[in-house]
């Protein structure tokens, strides 16, 4: 331990980055040991990483170019498609790293950068590809940038290089998730509330570090208005806003939920430190407007989800841009608080958390010991379903579907077979596959229909000739079993 303790005080760069490299790397190699099957978000983003574009139905393309990377370095194992996820992650730790040593020391940047990596939702980000990498990364890098400006003290050449690195980190940023318009908030609110950060702010680098954002960000805008504005209408419907609008319990998941993103110990040190606010930041000294930015970027996230929580509803990760400013303020506030056991207490457990997380991917029989099944049910037994619906379907000139996560996983599970279109039985289009994929009688005049309702709903009505063609069983474990429907159909008359 002295010997640690020696080399950290000695070469404190050197130490967390041989830290934080190991853990990327214990995570990166975790993912060739993986039993979960790829899930039905990370096949629809694998798919569009087969047709390159600026942008999808309901998300910016920079999660599609990532995989496009990986697998087409790799190829298409599971592996491979969610490689660029603890990859993000550990960029988004150097950051962190980088911005928290600069504003506070050795100490606060190492137990900042290291606390991130093994924050639980940034564990679980590493295991599986979805938006939040890519968009946590690019927005660690604007926070990072941010702060370079600052720093600048308004000399235009000084704060140029950081207002355009500022700006294609946030352009870059929403081409991950619309989200990143958090950022921008969190900016204005950083600069309204603090006079010294508003008065050391480079303004005209700052319309430099906009014009670049714009720039990066446009091809998407482009896209969508070439395509009906899908992607912004999409992430508006997320929001959920018909109907009854108000929904205390949603309010109340949403909250709890974040001690499983944030942690439980950061979650309660952010709870301390908001209650404390006052003291907190006057026992900043010279810090003090920094720890006001910076609790300008960690609470805009949360006080615009949060409500939406309230009003309708919020996935536990839909505040998650919060907590890169906010694991830095914790961090802060516990070691000025001389609580360096808190600080360490939480590294050890959510590093217990994570490989008891690995543990769980890598092996379903541990997982069903326990009475966990439930957890993992979406993301087992799709190689052997997707094999029998490609048996099934030979012969047949399509493979039709009517749902998109079941469309998803076939798509990459039963690929090899007849192309799989989506059959847009409710005349509206809902998803990615039914405005681009959808089914073509005349070019699919006999079809393989699979569905997960035995009564096949309105097939009837659509197809002149419809005949049961076999199923397909997969045992999900404690008496759960997801059973595939599969339909002979032809003749398709428009219903």
Same mark, same amino acid.
């Given at each position: 331990? %002295?010997? +640690?303790?020696?080399?950290?005080?000695?070469r404190p760069v050197a130490f967390f980055l041989c830290a934080a490299?190991?853990?990327?790397?214990?995570?990166?190699?975790? +993912?060739?040991?993986?039993?979960?099957?790829?899930?039905?978000?990370?096949?629809?983003?694998?798919? #569009?990483?087969?047709?390159p574009a600026f942008g999808y139905y309901s998300k910016p393309p920079l999660i599609a170019w990532a995989?496009?990377?990986?697998?087409?370095?790799?190829?298409?194992?599971?592996?491979?498609?969610?490689?660029?996820?603890?990859?993000?992650?550990?960029?988004?730790?150097?950051?962190?790293?980088?911005?928290?040593?600069?504003?506070?020391?050795?100490?606060?940047?190492?137990?900042?950068?290291?606390?991130?990596?093994?924050?639980?939702?940034?564990?679980?980000?590493?295991?599986?590809?979805?938006?939040?990498?890519?968009?946590?990364?690019?927005w660690s890098a604007a926070l990072c940038y941010f702060f370079s400006m600052l720093s600048a003290k308004a000399e235009a050449r000084s704060a140029l290089p950081p207002a355009i690195l500022l700006g294609a980190a946030v352009g870059l940023g929403f081409l991950a998730k619309y989200a990143m318009v958090y950022f921008l908030i969190g900016a204005a609110l950083a600069l309204v509330l603090s006079r010294k950060t508003r008065r050391a702010f480079p303004w005209r680098?700052?319309?430099?570090?906009?014009?670049?954002?714009?720039?990066?960000?446009?091809?998407?805008?482009? #896209? /969508?208005?070439?395509? /009906?504005?899908?992607t912004l209408a999409h992430t508006a419907a997320n929001a959920n806003w018909s109907g009854r609008l108000f929904h205390p319990a949603n309010f109340l998941n949403f909250l709890s939920s974040q001690f499983g993103v944030f942690?439980?110990?950061?979650?309660?040190? +952010?709870?301390?430190?908001?209650?404390?606010?006052?003291?907190?930041?006057?026992?900043?000294?010279?810090?003090?407007?920094?720890?006001?930015a910076l609790l300008a970027f960690a609470l805009t996230p949360l006080a615009i989800v949060?409500?939406?929580? +309230?009003?309708?509803?919020?996935?536990?990760?839909?505040?998650?841009?919060?907590?890169?400013?906010?694991?830095?303020?914790?961090?802060?506030?516990?070691?000025?608080?001389?609580?360096?056991?808190?600080?360490?207490? /939480?590294?050890?457990f959510n590093t217990c958390v994570a490989a008891i997380l690995v543990v769980a991917l890598s092996d379903f029989a541990l997982v069903d010991a326990v009475g966990a099944s439930n957890a993992v049910k979406r993301v087992r037994g799709w190689p052997a379903q997707g094999a029998a619906v490609r048996a099934a379907a030979a012969g047949y000139d399509a493979i039709l579907v009517d749902d998109r996560e079941l469309m998803g996983e076939?798509?990459?599970?039963?690929?090899?077979?007849?192309?799989?279109?989506?059959?847009?039985?409710?005349?509206?289009?809902?998803?990615?596959?039914?405005?681009?994929?959808?089914?073509?009688?005349a070019k699919a005049p006999r079809a393989l229909y699979v569905t997960e309702r035995p009564d096949a709903p309105g097939l009837? /009505?659509?197809?002149?000739?419809?005949?049961?063609?076999?199923?397909?069983?997969?045992?999900? %474990?404690?008496?759960? %079993?997801?059973?595939?429907?599969?339909?002979?159909?032809?003749?398709?008359?428009?219903?």
């Open positions: 331990m %002295k010997d +640690l303790l020696a080399l950290w005080r000695a490299g190991i853990i990327a790397a214990a995570r990166i190699a975790a +993912l060739f040991f993986f039993q979960a099957d790829i899930g039905p978000d990370e096949a629809q983003y694998w798919i #569009w990483s087969k047709a995989i496009g990377a990986t697998t087409g370095l790799f190829g298409d194992a599971p592996w491979a498609v969610r490689l660029s996820a603890p990859l993000f992650q550990f960029g988004a730790c150097l950051y962190l790293f980088v911005l928290a040593r600069r504003l506070y020391g050795e100490a606060a940047g190492f137990w900042s950068g290291l606390g991130w990596l093994l924050l639980p939702g940034v564990s679980l980000s590493s295991a599986l590809i979805t938006t939040d990498a890519p968009l946590l990364f690019f680098a700052g319309l430099v570090a906009a014009a670049v954002a714009a720039a990066v960000f446009a091809p998407n805008i482009w #896209w /969508n208005a070439a395509h /009906n504005f899908d942690g439980v110990l950061p979650t309660l040190g +952010l709870i301390w430190g908001l209650a404390t606010a006052r003291r907190r930041i006057g026992e900043a000294g010279e810090r003090r407007e920094a720890d006001i949060a409500p939406e929580a +309230l009003i309708s509803r919020a996935h536990a990760n839909w505040a998650a841009a919060s907590y890169p400013a906010a694991i830095i303020l914790v961090t802060v506030w516990a070691l000025r608080a001389h609580a360096l056991w808190a600080v360490t207490a /939480n590294a050890v076939l798509l990459y599970y039963a690929r090899g077979g007849p192309p799989i279109r989506a059959w847009n039985s409710n005349h509206r289009v809902d998803s990615h596959y039914e405005a681009f994929m959808a089914y073509d009688p009837a /009505n659509a197809f002149a000739r419809q005949a049961p063609a076999g199923s397909s069983e997969a045992d999900l %474990k404690r008496g759960r %079993k997801r059973t595939l429907y599969f339909f002979a159909v032809s003749g398709y008359r428009g219903g």
